[in-house]
């Protein structure tokens, strides 16, 4: 009889543990909390009480491993959003214009997300769930893992055996010093520091623009030598919005009251704090600080049979790139794919690890390429030293080369195809090697379409355009 | 064969030389003076060795010496082109120019 054991009951190991029952006679799954009844923040999951979007490849991963789950979302009450049809996005470079591109997200609390996984992976009872337990380390040698030890709702440890331990245990995981215990091989790791901190509250939203308002994301502007900041606005689930304001050193968001209303009203346009002070505050503001990028080799180390990680375990990148779930869903997709390929036995363990980082790989350069570039704006790029590709320290970009950026740049806030580049690679759709060369010809050597005004840019959301100039004429009298 | 600029190439003469940015692969370089005549010439002549010629009358005279560290200088240049993709060899009776500049 073969026995996995997934540790970790979030939605990688959710995800990976219903891949694993097609393939397993048992699957345990390893859960150190206990599960919430409803759709409600989990103890173990301080971030839960953030943000969370699920962008389009993440979503199609999803609905992949488990059919029809999206719709399950959005009949619970989620949102989708087109990326940049269905959002008010107010760049470093201007306001995109509302073109319809294939990409989209999906917005909801993490609890409901959560809550709709669990019930349609778990709810066969194919999977085994080991809640309130705890994970202490692995069995076995450097060559081979046999299983895990761990402590059911604070019983002496116990040693389970399993042909496959999946780590899911998130960025608190313990892997490098488990494996170390049983004599394996050290893992590399890599983090890379944003300085980025936020603070998210949930909202009540007045009813006339709960189901209408799109996505909206004030990101900060180019300023250098300054805090970079800025802010999110998502519909979730009960006519609620949560809002997430973001700042760098320096200019982090408080979480006091005033403090964070003024944060909002502080930032390059004023429609988020408008709107927040439009809505009615459920709970409290909350900080989040955990924003490190940290990714661990653990696919360049020789890493015993029977054993893989998953999720933010092994590649933790900046939540504000909200790709965390995504990721989790697309790792969870190759699994299936790898075990189809292999079976559950010694052939899969060769390539496994190196598999599973492979879907991550995307998201892990994307946001250390934007995090690294938004650190050198903030410190006027003396802290980033950047470097060409051959490691020769970068010149001065010229006004050939700053005309070309700021055209590009500032394309893709109009050209249907460029977006649905850029946000195709957002959203983890399309992997960006490919370049609309006919197009960037176009934009580059046309003449730049007009940047569109603040006005021009909400009045692309009727809803939103006219709440606000009701709002402005009952201000002014 | 002749010698074209490749139409992945927007490109623009600025003060400082010719500038080039590259829109498949997003890459920028700046050319010195020697290397801003050069791309001139391959962009008006599309030949090895009317651009060789010119260059040889107007820096080498009658230097022979000179001439011919002239012809290997171009050759080296126009083959780094050609390895990053600015620069394209196109059979001889196809159109051998295509210019893109910033409007």
Redesign the interface.
Known sequence: MTRAVVLGGGLAGVLAATVLAGHADEVVLVEGDRYPSGPRPRRGLPQSHHSHVLVAGGARALDALLPGTVDALLADGAHLRDLPGDALIYSADGWFRRLHTGAHLISCTRGLLDQVVRRRALGGGDVEVWEDTRALGLTGDEVRVTGVSVSRQGSPPETVRADLVIDATGRRSQSPRWLAEIGAADIEEVSVATGLAYATRLYRAPVDLAATIPAIMLHPGTEKGRPARGATLFPVEDGRWIVTLTGTRGGEPPTDEQGYAAFARSLRHPIVADLMAEATPLGVVRPYRDTVNRRRFFERARLPAGFAVVGDAAVAVNPIHSHGMSVAALGALRLREELARHGMGPSLFAGLQSALAEEAERSWRMAVEQDTQRAGQQAGDRVVERAGRDGAPRREPNAFEREIRTRLAQAKLSSPRLAAEFFGVQTLISAGTVKDRSEIARVLTGRPEPLLTDEEAIGQYPALAAWRRTRLAAATG | MSLRIS??V?W?E?G?GV?L?H??T???H?LNDTGSRIWKLVASDGEREPVMFKLSREFAGSNSAMSRRIVADVEEFIGTMIEQGFIEEVPAEQPAVKE????
């Open positions: 139409e992945a927007i623009q600025t400082e500038s940015y829109t498949e997003g890459d920028f700046s893109e500049s910033l409007s």
